[in-house]
């Protein structure tokens, strides 16, 4: 870290997600090692293998309005399911952080949001489409008149993936810096990583990072199935089907959930006696591709790690564990073991590697700041958390992926890594407590 930046602390963090919503489920579901990804009971349908994904079955429509958007209420029609997903950590946030609200200064607390690209579900279109549609043939020229007049009213609204940003800004009273990042799988690094640098260079107090995404909505169901290597075993349990780094591995798992922290000045943290859960001491980004548009994807990887230790003032040598992308795709996992061994030479087949998606799939967006809770929360006590479903090792991989028992441990310097399909790289160098 450049000596001259503040420091920059973690004081809060609202967690939902496939074995959990809070803390302290999210504990249970890492200590017990409780998979989060089996059958889809929320969705009447899917286009994904077997019907599998890594879904927050406790987020229902009526649990989100009774228990965690109730101060939202008359804004809960404008919001579609990642968006309350993401308000509603950033609820759960805001009160484990056991802030007081009315002693804040509003100008010196922003929000930094990642979110995906969201889609309405096909029903909502559907009475659209039929006003342009003759038999088979769809009239494009009568949409703006016709179609636009069957849509739900403020249509737009419930799926712009800058809203999360906006709803918790108007709920927190958050006049400082906002913006939101759309970056698929490194949504949430960046988002943290903006609002890092938004608090270590002076300009704000205190900052919601977080993120929220779903990739088990019915359209993107189909993207998924279409564009994605996504894993099936037909005669597996389900929860085993998500296999990072293993040499069985098929392809990745859908998940969904959202994870808002509390960034915070330090001297403004000890100075009202939080509770801090750990440190933010570096972040980092970047993106590349080839001549022709093409992902490197090791590339990137490797930079953008090589640069967040760099920022960080420490050594590969100092990391006590890495929380890996861990897709679970058989190429992208070899690009990351290659990126990995690139950056951190020999150490790199004994640093421990935990795969957090082997638990509760990919979300999209929100794995960046769910992997996070998890390294910082397994560091609490004592532990890096285990990777599920690791048992055949990767002779093209070769790394000391944790498995079987949640690895004790007293090294609390960790970094976490996302990449996404178009080349793009974010990553943290944190320290738990």
Same mark, same amino acid.
């Given at each position: 870290?450049?000596?001259?930046?503040?420091?920059?602390?973690?004081?809060?963090?609202?967690?939902?997600?496939?074995?959990?919503?809070?803390?302290?489920?999210?504990?249970?579901?890492?200590?017990?090692?409780?998979?989060?990804?089996?059958?889809?009971?929320?969705?009447?349908? +899917?286009?994904?293998?077997?019907?599998?994904?890594?879904?927050?079955?406790?987020?229902?429509?009526?649990?989100?309005?009774?228990?965690?958007?109730?101060?939202?209420?008359?804004?809960?029609?404008?919001?579609?399911?990642?968006?309350?997903?993401?308000?509603?950590?950033?609820?759960?946030?805001?009160?484990?952080?056991?802030?007081?609200?009315?002693?804040?200064?509003?100008?010196?607390?922003?929000?930094?949001?990642?979110?995906?690209?969201?889609?309405?579900?096909?029903?909502?279109?559907?009475? *659209?489409?039929?006003?342009?549609?003759?038999?088979?043939? @769809?009239?494009?020229?009568?949409?703006?008149?016709?179609?636009?007049?069957?849509?739900?009213?403020?249509?737009?609204?419930?799926?712009?993936?800058?809203?999360?940003?906006?709803?918790?800004?108007?709920?927190?009273?958050?006049?400082?810096?906002?913006?939101?990042?759309?970056?698929?799988?490194?949504? *949430?690094?960046?988002?943290?990583?903006?609002?890092?640098?938004?608090?270590?260079?002076?300009?704000?107090?205190?900052?919601?990072?977080?993120?929220?995404?779903?990739?088990?909505?019915?359209?993107?169901?189909?993207?998924?199935?279409?564009?994605?290597?996504?894993?099936?075993?037909?005669?597996?349990?389900?929860?085993?089907?998500?296999?990072? @780094?293993?040499?069985?591995?098929?392809?990745?798992?859908?998940?969904?959930?959202?994870? %808002?922290?509390?960034?915070?000045?330090?001297?403004?943290?000890?100075?009202?006696?939080?509770?801090?859960?750990? %440190?933010?001491?570096?972040?980092?980004?970047?993106?590349?591709?080839?001549?022709?548009?093409?992902?490197? %994807?090791?590339?990137?990887?490797?930079?953008?790690?090589?640069?967040?230790?760099?920022?960080?003032?420490?050594?590969?040598?100092?990391?006590?564990?890495?929380?890996?992308?861990?897709?679970?795709?058989?190429?992208?996992?070899?690009?990351?073991?290659?990126?990995?061994?690139?950056?951190?030479?020999?150490?790199? +087949?004994?640093?421990?590697?935990?795969?957090?998606?082997?638990?509760?799939?990919?979300?999209?967006?929100?794995?960046?700041?769910?992997?996070?809770?998890?390294?910082?929360?397994?560091?609490?006590?004592?532990?890096?958390?285990?990777?599920?479903?690791?048992?055949?090792?990767?002779?093209?991989?070769?790394?000391?992926?944790?498995?079987?028992?949640?690895?004790?441990? +007293?090294?609390?310097?960790?970094?976490?890594?996302?990449?996404?399909?178009?080349?793009?790289?974010?990553?943290?160098?944190?320290?738990?407590?």
């Amino acid at each position: 870290m450049y000596t001259d930046q503040k420091r920059v602390v973690i004081t809060g963090a609202g967690i939902i997600s496939p074995i959990g919503i809070g803390r302290d489920e999210f504990w249970n579901g890492i200590s017990a090692q409780t998979p989060g990804i089996s059958k889809i009971e929320l969705l009447s349908a +899917s286009a994904l293998p077997g019907h599998v994904a890594g879904e927050c079955k406790e987020f229902t429509d009526e649990a989100a309005r009774k228990e965690y958007l109730k101060a939202q209420r008359k804004s809960v029609k404008v919001m579609c399911r990642e968006i309350q997903l993401g308000v509603a950590s950033a609820h759960l946030a805001l009160t484990n952080s056991e802030l007081d609200m009315s002693a804040l200064n509003p100008e010196r607390l922003g929000v930094d949001f990642g979110a995906n690209q969201m889609f309405s579900t096909p029903d909502v279109l559907s009475e *659209g489409v039929f006003r342009c549609d003759e038999g088979k043939v @769809f009239h494009f020229d009568r949409w703006g008149e016709d179609g636009l007049a069957g849509m739900e009213p403020l249509w737009l609204l419930k799926y712009l993936p800058n809203m999360p940003a906006c709803h918790i800004g108007i709920h927190a009273d958050a006049r400082g810096p906002n913006n939101s990042l759309t970056l698929a799988e490194a949504s *949430g690094n960046s988002a943290m990583g903006e609002a890092f640098s938004i608090i270590s260079t002076g300009r704000a107090d205190m900052m919601l990072a977080g993120s929220t995404g779903s990739r088990i909505q019915p359209t993107k169901c189909l993207h998924a199935a279409l564009w994605d290597e996504m894993a099936q075993y037909e005669d597996a349990d389900p929860a085993t089907w998500s296999r990072p @780094f293993d040499a069985s591995r098929r392809g990745q798992i859908a998940g969904e959930g959202a994870c %808002t922290f509390i960034f915070e000045e330090e001297e403004h943290a000890r100075a009202r006696g939080a509770s801090i859960l750990g %440190t933010v001491l570096s972040a980092a980004s970047c993106c590349v591709v080839d001549i022709n548009g093409k992902p490197k %994807t090791q590339e990137a990887l490797a930079n953008v790690i090589r640069l967040a230790l760099e920022r960080a003032g420490v050594s590969p040598a100092d990391i006590g564990h890495i929380n890996a992308h861990g897709l679970g795709s058989r190429q992208t996992d070899i690009d990351e073991a290659n990126a990995i061994h690139d950056v951190f030479g020999d150490s790199a +087949s004994t640093v421990p590697v935990t795969a957090f998606k082997s638990v509760i799939g990919n979300s999209g967006a929100a794995c960046g700041t769910l992997e996070l809770a998890a390294s910082l929360i397994g560091l609490q006590h004592g532990v890096i958390p285990s990777t599920l479903n690791y048992s055949t090792p990767d002779d093209n991989c070769r790394l000391n992926v944790v498995h079987g028992e949640p690895l004790k441990t +007293s090294n609390k310097l960790f970094l976490t890594v996302n990449v996404t399909a178009f080349g793009q790289a974010a990553a943290l160098v944190a320290c738990g407590v």
